[in-house]
């Protein structure tokens, strides 16, 4: 069963505008990841969350958490072209351990348009 | 080295062939990934590997058996497979559960 839950399932933007995706979640978390995929290939890891921070960066990416509403953000800033892909937050199950894993979202397809 | 790597990158088998697929990490990662993918889905979790023990079998059927036969290696092993079976097979290794994982690029795989 799917833990996240990302809005909106398609975003279309020009390059060079932010792209903000949501993800919410039902159960407690250790964590929470963003990824990244390009058609068909395998999936890059862009960002973790920790259940105790509220937000972090990486480069143009913003990624808040907000634990009481069960909700994450992932915000690119000045987009570009190669942005164009589908991303996936996921969450790592609390607690941690023999049966930590994580539960992916279905996925925001991000276009940007040059 | 932060690569993960797959192999066949495509296979094509009918319902009563066996074949493998294999990953490879050099990370020192101790848990390590089967994740099964259809177009425009998620990645659903197959098999977890901890320390080289299965850690979490998501009731896979039987006709998809992990191997793990050191912390480097992990092998998936298919036979009487069957055409909804086909779809991208990701593996994915991080330094333990719960944590970034690092995934290769797949195995298309297309059951006839």
């Known amino acids: 069963s799917q833990q996240g839950e990302e809005d909106p399932q398609a975003l279309s933007i020009q390059e060079g505008e932010n792209a903000t995706m949501n993800c919410s979640y039902k159960?407690?978390?250790?964590?929470l990841q963003w990824y990244r995929q390009n058609s068909g290939r395998g999936l890059v890891h862009l960002i973790l969350?920790?259940?105790?921070?509220r937000e972090k960066h990486s480069g143009r990416l913003r990624v808040t958490l907000d634990t009481s509403k069960k909700s994450s953000s992932l915000l690119i800033t000045a987009s570009r072209a190669a942005d164009t892909a589908s991303y996936f937050c996921a969450t790592a199950n609390f607690p941690t351990g023999a049966n930590s894993k994580l539960t992916f979202g279905k996925g925001i397809t991000l276009s940007v348009r040059p | 080295d932060t690569e993960v790597t797959q192999t066949p990158k495509h296979l094509v088998m009918g319902m009563t062939n066996k074949k493998s697929l294999k990953c490879e990490q050099h990370?020192?990662?101790?848990?390590m990934y089967w994740y099964k993918q259809k177009a425009k889905k998620p990645p659903e979790l197959m098999f977890v590997y901890s320390y080289e023990k299965l850690s979490i079998n998501e009731s896979v059927p039987s006709r998809f058996s992990p191997e793990c036969p050191n912390s480097s290696l992990l092998n998936l092993h298919l036979h009487a497979l069957q055409p909804e079976d086909s779809a991208l097979y990701l593996c994915a290794s991080s330094q333990w559960q719960g944590e970034t994982q690092y995934f290769g690029p797949g195995t298309r795989l297309l059951v006839l």
């Open positions: 969350i920790r259940s105790n921070e």
């Open positions: 159960t407690s978390i250790n964590n």
């Open positions: 990370m020192g990662h101790r848990a």
